[in-house]
């Protein structure tokens, strides 16, 4: 403001599930002078809370390497937290994990500050492509009261919205057999097949207010159950003695999924007006 100095603000960042304060003291100057503020690393010590938790920033949601690219494998990486199997066996493909020995299903997730826990089984009810992912953070112990309905952990994320300049990206990830090397059990390696394949754009529908983003994944995976010699051999006695079995080699595991997701944001500047007397 005119009148004033300048007040510069180094390595301040905002994330998820953080609370960030500046602190600016206006000195008066007899120039106009402007506020800037500069993203930068994160603070090594919260003094807003005591939760005990793990941010997850943007770069490593981008760089860190997940088999199978399920957001929710990024809560592994917090201490204490590992992968449990699910009360539905449909959904042992997506990750669900438990918290210090807890089961999985005691934990609150949350998308956008909206519910996305499934109270049934555990784990996020809707999935979404990594891709669309922005902000991760887990918190293990302590965490606030507006994350609760849940003992176990909260996990808060944050999607991908545009900006003011489109931008988008396409990808496609692909593993077999060939590439794999054998299990020390098995005589031969097991079949598999796995594509994943994608993209995402975003932009502006009205500069500085009005933004859309959609991403959208495709999954295939083609995978087998090897069946152990001497159990297929067995079968094969009984099929020979006049059973109704048909022995199979191999039983196919496969497994089709679809992830998308959108969103339109709007920005309205707040405006505040004073009167003098």
Known sequence: MKGFATAVFENVELAVSQSTNIDAALSPSQQAEVVTVESGGAALLDVQKTDVSLP???DQVQELPLNGRDFANLAYLAPGAK????????????????????????????????????????????????EAIEEFNISTQRFSAANGRSEGAAVNVITKTGTNLFHGALYFFDR?????????????KSPFSRQQFGGSVGGPIKKDKDFIFFALERGREQTSITEQPTALAELNILKAAGFKVEPSASIPTPYFDWRYSSAATSFTPRRTFARRR
């Open 83 to 130: 992968p449990v199997d699910s009360y539905d066996p449909t959904k042992n493909r997506i990750a669900i994990f438990g918290i210090n020995g807890s089961s999985g299903r005691n934990v609150n997730v949350t998308v956008n500050g909206i519910d996305n826990k499934d109270n049934t089984v555990g784990g996020p009810v809707m999935q979404f492509p990594l």
């Open 56 to 58: 997850i920033t943007p």
């Open 176 to 188: 077999n057999e060939a590439l794999n090397t054998k299990n020390a059990l098995e005589d031969t």
